[in-house]
C-alpha cells in the first residue's frame, strides 16, 4: 500500500512542469516558488495545532504544519487532502515534542546529561525517531540546549544543565541520532534545537522570565551548544520566550539574521515557540498582533507557531510594504527546503500498520534501561551499603516507588504508564519485598503511615525509600523557590532511620534538589533524574550490583535555595572564599566589623555546594596519577596531547568518566575557575589500570576577548583531569 502511494506521488511530481525528484533541491524549491500565489506562501509560514479538526484548514490551503497530531491514519488522511487536494500539493511538516523518547520513554534530557554517554543519548534520539517517524513525525522539537544554572527553574529538566561543552556534546549527539545520515530517510526526524536565546537565564528562575546576558557572555556561554548543534546539521530552530536585555529573541534580528544566519550561514528552517510572536505585546515589544508579525518576519522567523498572526496580517503587511516579498521568499524557501530535504514530496505517507509494532522493541527498552542506569548518581554511600549483597528481605516504601507515570518526567505527551516498570516490580523480582507507600505522592503531607514504615524496616535487612518529585512539578512553567523534598518525604526518611536498620534513598525528581538534611538520614543515596520507563529495572540493577553507578552531576546541587545561582564555571570576585570563613554559629556576641579579610561567602551555609557540577561514586575507587603534558609552550595552532593513568583502586568493576578542566589564568577579560573542556568513560576491572589520553587544540581555549573578537589569548593555563569539576591538581602549560 505504501509503495503504491509513493509510486502515485512521485507520477504526480513528474508531472510537474520543469523538475523532478531527480533535481537539486534548491531548484525544486526556486522552481515550486515560482508559481506560489501569496497567500499558498504565507499558507507555509502557519503552523498549528492538531488537537482540533484540521480537514477544513488542510483543504484550504492555509496550514503548512501541524504539531500534536500523532495518529498516523490521521496524519495520512491530512496528508492526502494537502497532496491530492490543493493547487501545488505541498505536503504538511508533522511535528511533535518528542523530548526523550516517543513511546520508549528514556531519562529526562538532564538525566541524559548526566550518564556523560553521547554515543547512548545518540542511540536513543534515534530510537525516538524510528518510533516517531513510523507514526508520520517528522519534526521534533528537541534538543533543548538552554544552558541552566538554576534549579529553580522547572525546565532544568529538558536540557543538559551548566556546562556549555557538556551540552553541546549532548546536543550535537541528538541531532545526530534524530536525524540520522540522511534526512530523506522515512525514519529520519528534524531536529529542532531550542530556545534560541538564553532561555535559561530567566530571572528568579521563574519561566519566561526576563534575562540580562552581555553579547559577551551570550557568545562564550549560551550560544556555543547551538552553535555545535547546528554543525551536527540540526534542520532547524526555534525562538524562545525571553527577551534578552529588552529584545524579545523572537524579534531579535541581531540572533536571527546576524549571528545565526551571516555569522553561522545556517539554511534551516526557523519556528517561533507557542505564540512567542503575539506574546511580543504583552512584552511590551509589539503594539498588536500585526506589528508583532511584522517584527517577527522582519527579524527572522520563517514560520509561526500558533500565534495566528502570520495567517491574519502578512498579506496586508506586504500590501502596506511593511514586509517586502522577498522576505516571504526566504522564509518559504526555508520551509520548502526542509520539506523536500525530508522527502515528504516523493514518499508524503506513513504506513499507518506499521506504527505500533515499531514501539516498545526490546532493543529499545534495553537502551531505556541502560540509559536509565547510566544517568544514576551515586551521592553517599556509607559503609558501603550499596550493593544490596546480603539483604534478602527489604522495605520498599515511598511515593516514587511505584509511581509509573511520575517516573517518566515531563514532556512525555506519548509515553504510556501502562509500559513502565516500577523499582517496586523490578526489585520483587529480585528480593522478599515488603511495601509499605507511606505517602500516596510526592505532595502528601500525611504522616499517618511513616511509623508503620519505620516497624516494617525494622523486621527487614535494610529499607530503601523512593522519594522525589512528581512529573508535573518540574518541566515548563513549573518553577519553584524551595527545592527542599516536598510533602513529608524528609520526614519518612527520617522516621525509617529511627528502624537502625541500613536506609537507602532513590531520589527520582526533574531538577537537582537540595537533600543535605535527608543525607544526614540515610546510609546511601542514588539520585536519578526521572528515569523513564525502564527507571525500575535500572534501579534494581543498581542497587544489586548488575550494574555500578556511573553517571555525574550534571549541574551543582545546592545546601540551600538561596545560594542560586551558583555553577562550577563561575568567575572569580576579587575575595575568592578560603573555605575556612567563620559562619554564623561561631560568630562571638557582639563581634566588631571589619572590611579585612572579608570573602564572598554565606553567613548561614558557608560558600561552597553540596556537590559540585561532574560529581559522583561509584561501588569502587579510581585514582589518577601520572598527568602530564606533551610539552609546556604551545602554539595557537597546536594541539594539546595529556597524558594521564587511571587506576581502579577498589575491589569491584566500575566505569569512571575522566574530565579534563583548563582554566585561563589571566585573559582581556576575567575568564572562569574552570573550564570543562574534554570528558570520556573508563570501565575498569578491580585492580586494573589504564594509560589514557585526550588531545586539546589549543583553538578550543578561544573565547570573546575585551575586544569582542573570538581568539586564543597567550599566557599562563592550568589544566586538571580529574574525576569532578573540584578535585584533582593543576598541571601548568603556557600558550604563546
Ligand atoms: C512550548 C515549549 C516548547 C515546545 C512548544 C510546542 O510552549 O516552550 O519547548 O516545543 O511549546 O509544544
Not at 40 to 58: C, F, H, P, W, Y
Not at 166 to 187: E, K
Request: net charge negative; hydrophobic share 40%; proline share 5%.
Amino acid at each position: 500500500m505504501k509503495n503504491l502511494l509513493s509510486a502515485i506521488c512521485a507520477a504526480a511530481t513528474l508531472l510537474l512542469p520543469g523538475c523532478t525528484p531527480k533535481d537539486p533541491v534548491e531548484a525544486r524549491v526556486d522552481e515550486l516558488l515560482s508559481r506560489m500565489t501569496l497567500s499558498e506562501k504565507i499558507a507555509q509560514m502557519n503552523q498549528l495545532s492538531g488537537r482540533t479538526d484540521m480537514r477544513e484548514a488542510v483543504a484550504g490551503g492555509t496550514v503548512g504544519s501541524i504539531l500534536n497530531c500523532v495518529d498516523p491514519a490521521e496524519i495520512n488522511e491530512l496528508q492526502r487532502i494537502a497532496v491530492e487536494q490543493t493547487r501545488l500539493g505541498i505536503p504538511i511538516l508533522f511535528g511533535r515534542d518528542v523530548i526523550h523518547g516517543f513511546r520508549t520513554i528514556f531519562p529526562i534530557p538532564l538525566g541524559l546529561a548526566a550518564t556523560f554517554d553521547p554515543a547512548l543519548v545518540e542511540q536513543g534520539a534515534r530510537i525516538a525517531a524510528v518510533e516517531a517517524t513510523a507514526s508520520g513525525i517528522r519534526w521534533t522539537f528537541s534538543p533543548m540546549l538552554d544552558i541552566a544554572r538554576d534549579p529553580r527553574w522547572g525546565r532544568v529538566a529538558e536540557g543538559s544543565g551548566e556546562d556549555p561543552y557538556l551540552d553541546a556534546q549532548m546536543g550535537a549527539a541528538m541531532v545526530r541520532g534524530y536525524q540520522g545520515g540522511d534526512l530523506s530517510s522515512p525514519d529520519a526526524m528534524a531536529a529542532c534545537v531550542k530556545h534560541f536565546a538564553g532561555y535559561g537565564a530567566a530571572e528568579g528562575g521563574r519561566d519566561y522570565n526576563s534575562t540580562m546576558i552581555s553579547e559577551r557572555s551570550l557568545r562564550n556561554t549560551y550560544l556555543p551548544p547551538f552553535k555545535a548543534a547546528i554543525d551536527a546539521g540540526a534542520a532547524t530552530l526555534m525562538t524562545s520566550f525571553n527577551e534578552i536585555d529588552g529584545i524579545p529573541s523572537t524579534g531579535n534580528s541581531f540572533l536571527l539574521r546576524d549571528i545565526l544566519r551571516d555569522e553561522w550561514g545556517f539554511d534551516g528552517m526557523v519556528v517561533t515557540d507557542w505564540n512567542s510572536s503575539g506574546e511580543m505585546v504583552a512584552h511590551g515589544f509589539a503594539a498588536d498582533l500585526k506589528d508583532a508579525t511584522r517584527i517577527s518576519v522582519n527579524a527572522g522567523v520563517d514560520m509561526d507557531m500558533m500565534s495566528h498572526g502570520f495567517s491574519a496580517y502578512i498579506e496586508e503587511l506586504v500590501r502596506e510594504g511593511k514586509i517586502s516579498v522577498k522576505s516571504i521568499d526566504k522564509a518559504v524557501g526555508n520551509i520548502l527546503r526542509l520539506k523536500f530535504r525530508l522527502g515528504l514530496f516523493d514518499n508524503p505517507y506513513v504506513d499507518a500498520s506499521a506504527a505500533a509494532q515499531a514501539c516498545y522493541t526490546p532493543e529499545h527498552l534495553q537502551a531505556a534501561k541502560l540509559a536509565a542506569a547510566e544517568s544514576a548518581i551515586l551521592l553517599q554511600n556509607h559503609g558501603e551499603v550499596l550493593p544490596l549483597e546480603n539483604a534478602r528481605r527489604i522495605l520498599v516504601t515511598g511515593p516514587m516507588a511505584d509511581a509509573p507515570y511520575e517516573q517518566l518526567g515531563t514532556w512525555i505527551f506519548d509515553g504510556e504508564e501502562e509500559h513502565t516498570v516500577t523499582p517496586l516490580a523490578a526489585l520483587r523480582k529480585r528480593f522478599e519485598v515488603v511495601y509499605v507507600p507511606a505517602l500516596a505522592y510526592s505532595r502528601d503531607n500525611s504522616t499517618a503511615h511513616l511509623a508503620e514504615a519505620r516497624a516494617a524496616a525494622a523486621g527487614c535487612d535494610a529499607a530503601v525509600v523512593f522519594v522525589g518529585e512528581e512529573s508535573i512539578l518540574s518541566g515548563e512553567a513549573h518553577s519553584l523557590s524551595s527545592l527542599d523534598l516536598q510533602g513529608s518525604q524528609s520526614q519518612l526518611i527520617a522516621e525509617v532511620r529511627r528502624s537502625g536498620k541500613p536506609v537507602v534513598v532513590v531520589v527520582m525528581a526533574g531538577r537537582p534538589l537540595t537533600i543535605e538534611r535527608d543525607l544526614a538520614n540515610c546510609d546511601a543515596m542514588l539520585y536519578m533524574f526521572h528515569p523513564g520507563t525502564m527507571g525500575g529495572e535500572a534501579v534494581a540493577d543498581l542497587l544489586t550490583g548488575c550494574i555500578a553507578p556511573s553517571g555525574k552531576t550534571p549541574m551543582t546541587f545546592l545546601r540551600e535555595a538561596g545560594q542560586v545561582p551558583y555553577y562550577y564555571n563561575h568567575n572569580n570576585s576579587g575575595r575568592p572564599c578560603k573555605g575556612n570563613e567563620t559562619l554564623l554559629a561561631d560568630i562571638p556576641l557582639k563581634a566588631g566589623q571589619t572590611s579585612l579579610g572579608n570573602t564572598g561567602f554565606y553567613l548561614d551555609s558557608g560558600y561552597g555546594p553540596l556537590f559540585p557540577f561532574g560529581y559522583g561514586l561509584s561501588y569502587t575507587t579510581f585514582v589518577y596519577s601520572n598527568i602530564r603534558l606533551s610539552k609546556q609552550r604551545y602554539g595557537t595552532d597546536e594541539t594539546i596531547v595529556v597524558e594521564y593513568d587511571l587506576q581502579n583502586t577498589g575491589h569491584r568493576s566500575g566505569t569512571e568518566v575522566a574530565q579534563l578542566y583548563i582554566r585561563d589564568m589571566v585573559g582581556s577579560t576575567v575568564r572562569p575557575v574552570k573550564e570543562l573542556k574534554r570528558f570520556e568513560r573508563v570501565s575498569l576491572d578491580a585492580g586494573q589500570s589504564r594509560h589514557l589520553r585526550f588531545e586539546l587544540p589549543v583553538s578550543e581555549l578561544a573565547f570573546w576577548g575585551m575586544d569582542m573578537q573570538y581568539r586564543v589569548e597567550p599566557g599562563a593555563f592550568r589544566l586538571w583531569v580529574a574525576g569532578d569539576s573540584a578535585s584533582g591538581e593543576p598541571v601548568e602549560f603556557e600558550v604563546l
